[in-house]
């Protein structure tokens, strides 16, 4: 008996437009992939160019029909990667997203073209966190393809360009399957409908309560004995004496562990089990706790048992959950352990020593009066919210090792890319003098990629230098 993916009838609603959720089946935990992966090629310029041009998040979901096997499209973009111009009382951006799917052979197989029209209403919503966002359906043979999306922004003329591996799945219309599920923020109903308010990875940090899921069974049969279970385990986040912040000296270990560790506490279990009342389709909608700090594995299975056989059906996928103030510094303990990176360790326990938070602030914001004032401040957070930005995977970029380099550094002036595996940040200090950081990749973590520095590689000396430049 095959699990699969079956059609779905509900609506879902994602930023105001409604969604057929075959659509319900949103691949966000399965079979999905994201605009802001990357793959070859140099990890830091990559980041960079995507960082302004008008990149966005896209998630592939195959879905059976009536009409045949459909491949979904979802596609969003944050207001801060178009670009907006007064018009009249408003502010607006308009901007043209292109699907090209082909086939094995590289011939098109499926083409259409977006354009959108974004309006805000004042300037500081169209420089907000909202996002515009749409669904994209093509009915294709079943097969490989490669999906090929370009986003071109009409008034600055950024093009941002992406391709990825997608299938278009058979699925039997007469054998039971499951849906791929959709976590959701919030449900509403109205005249007998129910709208579903989809979340998006890159959302999960902003989620303040519970998160729900929804999911469909297909081809289900009266006395159908169903088992649902959902596992939530994640690495805990430990310090160690190789994986403290460093301080003043190059980042050679920081924080690895949390990237490369198998799950090792779970902190939510649900089992559900149920019998089929009727034959048809089954919407299942469960409540869960939102999803902890740190990087969290969510383990689905679906047990089917029928006149004495029985199949089951398990999907994993990992997610990084990041502080709720993201991309900026959450709470005192995050700021000392930024500061540490420019501070003398003596300068870090005088802070701490203050015997209320109102007075290890006012030590906070002396050390920044003695070493370049409110202005300097706010460039340092600033560029620790750039470093989160660009170098945030499984954990945050601030504390990787590439994003302790930018803070302290900044920029590269150059990069040296070498296939994918490494790659050299060069910096011109004037002259025939150059400071170069090198980077390899760490190939024990199996989520996104992973940077760290070669011990001994970066001259201290002049690592100081970088560092001094902030204290003076």
């Not at 105001?16 to 999905?32: D, E, Q, T």
Request: charge should be neutral.
């Amino acid at each position: 008996m095959r699990l699969g993916l079956g059609g779905a009838r509900l609506k879902v609603l994602l930023r105001g437009f409604a969604i057929p959720a075959a659509a319900a089946a949103l691949a966000l935990l399965w079979g999905c992939s994201s605009s802001v992966n990357t793959s070859g090629g140099c990890y830091y310029t990559t980041r960079a160019s995507q960082h302004a041009q008008p990149a966005g998040e896209s998630f592939t979901l195959n879905v059976s029909t009536k009409e045949g096997n459909r491949l979904d499209v979802y596609f969003r973009i944050p207001y801060t990667r178009i670009h907006f111009e007064k018009d009249v009382d408003v502010f607006k951006a308009t901007y043209t997203v292109s699907f090209v799917l082909r086939d094995a052979d590289g011939a098109i197989a499926r083409a259409n073209d977006v354009d959108r029209t974004v309006i805000a209403q004042t300037y500081a919503e169209s420089v907000s966190s909202l996002y515009d966002g749409f669904l994209k359906m093509f009915y294709a043979p079943a097969g490989d393809y490669t999906l090929e999306i370009v986003v071109e922004d009409d008034w600055s003329h950024q093009i941002f360009r992406r391709r990825q591996k997608v299938e278009v799945a058979n699925f039997s219309k007469d054998e039971f399957s499951a849906s791929d599920y959709l976590l959701f923020e919030k449900a509403t109903s109205e005249q007998g409908k129910i709208s579903l308010k989809p979340i998006f990875p890159s959302g999960l940090s902003f989620i303040k309560d519970s998160i729900g899921m929804f999911q469909e069974l297909y081809n289900v049969r009266r006395g159908d004995s169903i088992h649902l279970s959902v596992l939530y385990s994640f690495v805990a986040m430990r310090d160690t004496p190789d994986t403290k912040h460093v301080s003043l000296v190059p980042p050679y270990y920081v924080r690895f562990a949390e990237c490369v560790n198998p799950p090792d506490s779970v902190y939510y279990r649900s089992d559900s089990v149920f019998v089929s009342p009727a034959d048809g389709t089954l919407q299942v909608f469960q409540s869960f706790p939102r999803l902890m700090r740190g990087t969290t594995t969510l383990t689905r299975k679906v047990f089917l048992s029928r006149n004495g056989a029985a199949d089951s059906s398990v999907t994993a996928k990992k997610f990084s959950v990041y502080a709720p103030a993201f991309p900026w510094l959450y709470g005192e303990e995050e700021e000392l352990a930024a500061l540490s990176y420019i501070a003398w360790p003596p300068e870090i326990d005088s802070i701490r020593a203050g015997k209320t938070p109102e007075e290890r602030s006012r030590r906070i914001v002396q050390f920044w009066e003695d070493h370049g004032g409110g202005v300097r401040r706010r460039e340092f957070y600033n560029r620790i919210a750039e470093a989160n930005q660009l170098f945030s995977s499984c954990m945050e970029g601030w504390k990787t090792p590439m994003g302790i380099s930018y803070i302290v550094c900044g920029p590269p002036d150059y990069v040296d890319c070498q296939g994918g595996l490494n790659e050299l940040w060069y910096y011109d200090l004037g002259g025939s003098r150059n400071f170069v950081i090198p980077f390899r990749q760490n190939y024990a973590n199996t989520g996104e990629r992973y940077y760290e520095i070669p011990p001994f590689s970066v001259s201290g000396l002049i690592w100081g230098e970088f560092v001094n430049r902030w204290r003076r």
